[in-house]
């Protein structure tokens, strides 16, 4: 009884209007809060619906990119990601039409069509994203009519992003606003139409660290083809064949499963989910796309591929495991799937999870993540700096998992972190980036530097 | 990387292209976080607290908090005002703060969101303090917003208590790292005067670990400290966008004498700052200023060889950009573009002046510029290096040209916050940096018969 008190009194939030986004792991638990706006006055970690509009569509390379509104906004984003290109390096540049007040009173249409006009005659870009921010929205700017006339004008895309942040808090509803975007783009117009062919799509795969390569190498080993990543490292002639794929492979479910089910609705691509973040996963993932192929040749390629990798990383994980073994590790990602996958790479590495949290996860994610997890492990939604502080310094946490703003906190506390956001330079995909999530997660978590924080040099202090 | 910027001297006319500047939130956030106690909050939707927190977070690499009115639609339709009440309520009940520092957006100012007035309805519980300051992105730059800020902090917390002015300094720092703000500090007292210096982020961003988390650490200007600034004898507003509109106001309505100097970056710049202390205190400069001022005029001239009539390109803020600019003619350096994001007429008079007095001709100047321009005129004539923020690197990889960072943000590097450029130890530092940058390049490039060990 006393125990069930204490325990109760851990989870206790620091404002109490957000008990109920605080749960804990185990099954048949009361269900969470989330996706509730976040209270006027905290210190969320949560972003905005630009912010999440910008994250899915800045890794088509060859797009232009263009930022309807003052300069923030496209400071802030410039060359965010850490999604790396085969080709064209033009998403790495940063386009704002900077508006400024005489824009703000009289509104900025005028100032975004000269942008507009001046990037197609300096760079012929294949497709412009127009992105809304909140006072283009605000004033009314109609980036709708503006991007459809510059289309016909240039005879090139120019799509409009509807990506005013004050629409929501949640990232989640900027991956839809991009989604609109990306199937403009991709419906054929003109009575146009793409043949159909063996290749998949790869959908919310972003080529972090060429990930979207690595996967691809895998695939082509398999005898199957990618046709075109969602968004990493893709081209704007590339999306336009996405029509083309027999199957669709969705891992970032949170920023892509709407555009999966309107391809299928489209043009009757079936979908599924793959997560390619640890090795069992991943091997999961080959076997389940070998079945929908469901071809002798592709299935003794792809079990020659998994048991040889298998085979060569298993050893070193299993060093990594002696080391880590016991560790205590804290989750705080953007969206439930990441989450989802770290617990289990954190699992195999023999760790023990006490904490998750998302930005952006919903009720069943949470149920899943809550499933894997054991009953004294903490499940937060959108938690804020406070709370995240608490639960790291009670739980006793060694290592957390989570964005940039997370990573400042870790290290003050003294706690080992590793970088699993959309800015990450590492490839954690495959095979491969299971060892490299092993080894980070190893870095961070035995660094000697830990022990120099015993040391002090004024014993009386502490 | 190559392709950034299209060949040909076509310029551009509308929007920016890889802009030099960001918006005046991120600067009055900044500026907040060196008032002691502080919790910064920013009214507006919550992507930009976001942003700015992680920007902050990126280049200080500490943790930046600060709270956010979370706009929403609706909100949008019918302004913000319940928000920031909530805001205020929440935030004191639940962090505690002793001092909220509100900025609005270009979303809370479009809308047309009165904060006075908001703020005059609002529960402010007994003893705590809100001051706000308009920021709106569409105008000025984070300089704007910094100094907008520091204003703020003038004018609802500076207070006369009638008496005779105190033999004590107010130094108002500009946008500066914490590692500058601290050596100011250092060479104040080292003068022997007694300072107020706000905002103050030493101690704040630069805070040493101590495996427990501070909401709010030791350092920042306490305000007290701030109340008694309307009591000082004078102000030395340290580079004029970002510091002399705090000053001119201490001076209007406390009759604070304002002293508007440069950034104290480069031999001149910090000779000039110690001159203004000397000067209206009366203090002798003490022997370890004085040596420290001979190790860099001694260093310059170990090292003037390596410099000398090189061609530079500086961007940044503007108050680090007219300061960098004088300290490398002090080198003898050519500074051939000289470009900042901020608007401002004053930056292109400053710099013209400098420019005139050290004879050199040619070279292009501009306000309110982007890093697009700045990389056509660099196609157009190459320099032997670029001085300027992580941004620079870029221009720098496609024209393989050297790159010394400085300024904000810095977010490829580690320990620029704590290292200052400021006073003559920045002098040292600087040097060092420029005069490494182009060794490293000379040993790269160099045939093997001109490899040299000794240089």
């Known amino acids: 009884m006393e125990e ?31 996706a509730d706006d976040s209270l006027a006055g905290s210190v969320s970690q949560r972003a905005c619906v630009f912010c999440g509009a910008r994250v899915v569509l800045n890794p088509v390379t060859d797009a232009v990119h263009l930022v309807h509104g003052p300069i923030g906004c496209a400071t802030y984003t410039w060359d965010i990601r850490g999604s790396l290109s085969s080709g064209s390096e033009m998403y790495r540049n940063s386009f704002s039409s900077d508006m400024k007040e005489h824009d703000v009173v009289f509104g900025g249409e005028k100032k975004l069509v000269a942008c507009i006009d001046e990037i197609v005659e300096k760079y012929h870009p294949p497709a412009i994203f127009v992105y809304a921010t909140c006072v283009s929205g605000m004033i009314g700017d109609d980036i709708i009519a503006v991007s459809k006339a510059a289309s016909s004008r240039h005879s090139i895309e120019v799509i409009p992003v509807e990506s005013s942040g004050f629409i929501s808090g949640n990232k989640v509803v900027g991956y839809r606003a991009a989604a609109v975007a990306l199937m403009k783009l991709i419906i054929p117009k003109n009575g146009e139409t793409v043949q159909k062919t063996r290749k998949l799509n790869f959908l919310g795969e972003y080529n972090l660290g060429g990930e979207t390569w690595l996967i691809q190498r895998y695939l082509a080993e398999m005898g199957i083809e990618i046709n075109v990543a969602f968004t990493g490292d893709s081209t704007v002639a590339a999306l336009k064949q996405a029509p083309g794929a027999c199957l669709n492979i969705v891992q970032c479910t949170g920023s892509m499963h709407w555009v999966a089910a309107n391809l299928e609705k489209e043009f009757e691509t079936p979908f599924m989910s793959v997560n390619f973040f640890g090795a069992e996963n991943t091997a999961d993932s080959l076997r389940r796309i070998a079945a929908f192929y469901d071809d002798p040749e592709i299935y003794r390629c792809t079990e020659a591929l998994i048991a040889r990798e298998m085979d060569r990383i298993r050893p070193i994980i299993q060093r990594y495991r002696k080391k880590l073994t016991g560790k205590r590790a804290a989750i705080y990602v953007g969206g439930a799937y990441k989450a989802v996958a770290i617990i289990r790479q954190l699992k195999e590495l023999g760790m023990e999870i006490v904490l998750t949290g998302t930005q952006t996860g919903k009720k069943e994610e949470y149920d899943d993540i809550s499933g894997m997890l054991d009953e004294n492990a903490v499940v937060i939604d959108d938690a804020n700096p406070a709370e995240l502080e608490k639960f790291l310094l009670e739980k006793r946490v060694d290592v957390m998992a989570g964005g940039v703003k997370e990573r400042a906190l870790a290290f003050k506390l003294g706690i080992g972190f590793v970088d699993h956001n959309h800015d990450r330079k590492e490839c954690l995909a495959g095979f491969d980036g299971a060892v490299t999530f092993a080894h980070e997660v190893y870095v961070t978590t035995c660094s000697p530097v830990w022990k120099q924080l015993k040391r002090t040099l004024a014993p009386e202090v502490c | 990387m190559l392709e950034c910027v299209p060949e040909g001297a076509s310029g551009h006319t509308t929007g920016k292209i890889n802009p030099a500047k960001t918006c005046q939130p991120i600067g009055a956030m900044y500026a907040a976080l060196g008032i002691h106690g502080c919790l910064p909050h920013s009214h507006g939707s919550q992507g930009c607290c976001a942003y700015h927190r992680m920007h902050l977070t990126r280049h200080f690499r500490d943790p930046v908090l600060a709270s956010s009115s979370s706009f929403t639609e609706g909100t949008s339709v019918f302004g913000g005002a319940a928000n920031l009440k909530t805001s205020i309520k929440n935030v004191f009940q639940i962090y505690n703060p002793e001092i909220m520092a509100v900025h609005t957006t270009c979303l809370s100012e479009t809308i047309g969101d009165d904060i006075p007035n908001i703020l005059k309805q609002a529960e402010i519980p007994e ?92 350092g920042g200007a306490t305000i007290a400290e701030i109340r008694d600034s309307a009591n000082s004898s004078a102000t030395i507003a340290l580079g004029a966008f970002a510091s002399n509109d705090a000053a001119d106001l201490l001076q209007e ?28 205190f009366g203090v002798t400069v003490p022997k370890s200023l004085a040596v420290e001022r001979g190790q860099v005029i001694d260093t310059l001239i170990d090292t003037h060889f390596h410099y000398q009539g090189k061609t530079v390109a500086i961007f940044g803020d503007p108050d680090h950009v007219i300061a960098l600019t004088e300290f490398a003619l002090t080198m003898g350096m050519v500074p051939k573009y000289i470009l900042t994001g901020t608007p401002g007429k004053q930056f292109d008079v400053e710099i013209q002046k400098l420019l005139k007095d050290a004879r050199i001709e040619g070279s292009k100047v501009k306000a309110e510029g982007d890093l697009f321009e700045l ?32 300024g904000f943000p810095v977010i490829d590097r580690a320990v620029h916050p704590l290292m200052p450029v400021v006073g003559y130890r920045g002098c040292l530092r600087l040097i060092e940096q420029i005069s490494n940058a182009l060794l490293e390049r000379r040993d790269r490039d160099c045939l093997d018969e001109d490899y040299e060990l000794i240089l």
Not at chain 1, 13 to 33: P, V
Not at chain 2, 173 to 178: A, E, M
Not at chain 2, 254 to 261: K, S
């Open chain 2, 127 to 218: 003893g705590k303090i809100v001051i706000h300051v308009n920021t709106p992105s569409y105008q000025g730059s984070h300089i704007t917003g910094f100094s907008g800020m520091v204003k703020a902090m003038v004018s609802y917390l500076a207070q006369s208590d009638g008496g005779e002015k105190k033999d004590q300094l107010n130094v108002i720092p500009g946008f500066v790292n914490p590692g500058d703000m601290r050596e100011i500090h250092r060479i104040v007292s080292e003068l022997g005067v007694k300072l107020i210096m706000f905002p103050d982020t030493s101690d704040v961003l630069d805070s040493p670990l101590t495996s427990k988390y501070e909401m709010y650490p030791e």
């Open chain 2, 375 to 406: 990389h056509q005129w660099i196609k157009e004539e190459k320099v032997d290096l670029i001085i300027g923020t992580t941004y620079g690197k870029y221009i720098a990889r496609a024209e393989d040209i050297p790159l010394v960072r400085v």
């Open chain 1, 4 to 34: 069930c008190c204490v325990q109760k009194a851990g989870l206790d939030a620091c404002i109490s209007e957000r008990q109920n986004s605080i749960s804990s792991g185990g099954k048949n638990k009361t269900a969470i809060h989330c």
């Open chain 2, 253 to 280: 309505k406390f009759g604070v004498t304002g002293i508007p100097l440069k950034l104290p970056i480069g031999l001149k710049a910090t000779d000039d700052f110690l001159m203004a202390i000397k000067d209206w």
